[in-house]
């Protein structure tokens, strides 16, 4: 009879290490976020973009530079089953002008699929130059199962870039986003289109 006390005493202090790690996972998970976040800000890519006011009360007040081109070229890539691409390889921009360029997507699942979009620069210093205004990169987007959709980004290269730098790269990443879109079918959608 004495193990039967004995093994109670055992589970119990079992079920309290069990919890702890369950609470240590959860806190873990909860904080990569801000981390990822955080290292991404210090080294310079992948940055998680949104709207930023002061960039479009910029936009208005920038003056184009006619004396400068800078070719700006465009990458698209995907991970997941998407087809996603730009409609143009590249432009040439003077800086100060307002730009728009559009990109293509395409769910090739029978299913619906939330993804987001993130973009990188090279040069990396390039980055704070390039100013977007609208962006599909700026939140998740919900597609129905084979739907396909067109997304415009809106964007400036700041006058003040680098004069050495004459050639920018925009590559965007498009993933699936999982169990978003359950969160969208529960809010209705109201934060996936932009």
Same mark, same amino acid.
């Given at each position: #009879?004495?193990?039967?006390?004995?093994?109670?005493?055992?589970?119990?202090?079992?079920?309290? $290490?069990?919890?702890?790690?369950?609470?240590?996972?959860?806190?873990?998970?909860?904080?990569?976020?801000?981390?990822?976040?955080?290292? @991404?800000?210090?080294?310079?890519?992948?940055?998680?973009?949104?709207?930023?006011?002061?960039?479009?009360?910029? =936009?208005?007040?920038?003056?184009?530079?006619?004396?400068?081109?800078?070719?700006?070229?465009f990458d698209a890539n995907r991970q997941g089953p998407w087809r996603f691409r730009p409609h143009?390889?590249?432009?040439?921009?003077?800086?100060?002008?307002?730009?728009?360029?559009?990109?293509?997507?395409?769910?090739?699942?029978?299913?619906? #699929?939330?993804?987001?979009?993130?973009?990188?620069?090279?040069? #990396?210093?390039?980055?704070?130059?390039?100013?977007?205004?609208? @962006?599909? @990169?700026? $939140?998740?987007?919900?597609?129905?199962?084979g739907e396909t959709r067109r997304f415009p980004v809106v964007f400036f290269i700041?006058?003040?870039?680098?004069?050495?730098?004459?050639?920018?790269?925009?590559?965007?990443?498009?993933?699936?986003? =999982?169990?978003?879109?359950?969160?969208? =079918?529960?809010?209705?959608?109201?934060?996936?289109?932009?």
């Amino acid at each position: #009879m004495s193990e039967a006390p004995a093994a109670s005493v055992e589970n119990r202090a079992i079920l309290r $290490k069990l919890l702890l790690v369950a609470v240590l996972m959860f806190g873990f998970g909860w904080a990569l976020i801000p981390l990822y976040r955080k290292i @991404c800000e210090v080294t310079g890519i992948n940055l998680l973009t949104s709207k930023d006011p002061a960039v479009e009360a910029r =936009a208005r007040n920038t003056q184009v530079d006619t004396s400068r081109t800078i070719v700006v070229e465009f990458d698209a890539n995907r991970q997941g089953p998407w087809r996603f691409r730009p409609h143009v390889n590249h432009v040439t921009v003077h800086p100060g002008e307002l730009v728009q360029v559009d990109y293509d997507l395409v769910n090739l699942e029978d299913r619906a #699929m939330a993804g987001q979009a993130i973009p990188s620069y090279a040069p #990396m210093q390039s980055a704070r130059y390039f100013q977007k205004l609208e @962006c599909f @990169c700026f $939140k998740q987007q919900l597609l129905a199962g084979g739907e396909t959709r067109r997304f415009p980004v809106v964007f400036f290269i700041d006058p003040d870039l680098p004069k050495d730098v004459t050639q920018i790269t925009l590559s965007y990443t498009f993933f699936e986003v =999982a169990g978003a879109v359950a969160r969208q =079918a529960a809010t209705g959608g109201r934060d996936a289109r932009s």
